[in-house]
């Protein structure tokens, strides 16, 4: 199975602040990368597609990035909405793997 | 609207098998992928597998080939996750989701707790 590292484990930061979440593939996955938010009580919430493309109604403060096998979502100017824990998913071969997750929190 | 309704909470107990049902409104489940996802409490998201309501095909990631079995009626728009031989591991919320607009999961539902215990 494909192998997601995500980093940080969870990540305190003040509003307006840039914040980056990391996730790396244990092997080449394309662009096959998606991000996720999910809220406490809620289901996930799908942000970034395709490594790079942006959900439909997703604010475009978030972007994805990718170098090689590593894949990155950015929070342009954090929000108080924007608290949550965030996943990563490769879809490039199943079973889809999920990255362990960042716990994102104000400062 | 797409909507996934997710059916309630389960309580079973230990050895025994529970069905959960996802029912989609607003779009045919024909034309998409149906993604099941769990969540024990206070972990992460674990992909389970996925049915191609058109024909029926699943794929399951290892662990859960002898556990989970995914089903879809195309006639009713649901989508079905039988867990079999639960156990105290088996507790967890199952979110059902599907592939709407991208190929990756987009849409979900709720989520529903199963709790097993004797």
């Known amino acids: 199975d494909i192998q997601m590292t995500q980093s940080p484990a969870s990540l305190s930061a003040s509003l307006e602040e840039i914040v980056t979440i990391t996730c790396q593939a244990s092997?080449?996955?394309?662009?096959?990368l998606s991000w996720y938010q999910q809220k406490p009580g809620k289901s996930p919430q799908l942000l970034i597609y395709?490594?790079?493309s942006l959900a439909d109604g997703v604010p475009s403060r978030f972007s994805g990035s990718r170098s090689g096998t590593q894949y990155s979502l950015k929070i342009s100017r954090l929000q108080v909405e924007d608290i949550g824990i965030y996943y990563c998913l490769q879809a490039y071969s199943a079973p889809y793997t999920f990255g362990a997750g960042t716990k994102l929190e104000l400062k | 609207e797409v909507q996934l309704q997710q059916s309630g909470a389960e309580l079973g107990k230990p050895g025994t098998s529970v069905k959960l049902s996802c029912k989609v409104s607003g779009y045919n489940i024909r034309n998409t992928y149906m993604h099941w996802v769990n969540q024990r409490p206070g972990k992460g998201l674990e992909w389970i597998g996925r049915i191609d309501p058109a024909n029926g095909n699943t794929i399951y990631a290892e662990k859960f080939k002898s556990k989970a079995t995914l089903t879809a009626d195309t006639s009713s728009n649901t989508a079905y996750m039988q867990l079999s031989q639960l156990k105290s591991d088996d507790t967890a919320i199952y979110f059902c989701?599907?592939?709407?607009?991208?190929?990756?999961?987009?849409?979900w539902g709720q989520g529903v707790m199963v709790t097993v215990s004797s």
């Open positions: 989701a599907m592939s709407l607009t991208t190929v990756v999961p987009d849409y």
């Open positions: 395709g490594a790079t």
């Open positions: 092997q080449d996955i394309g662009n096959w």
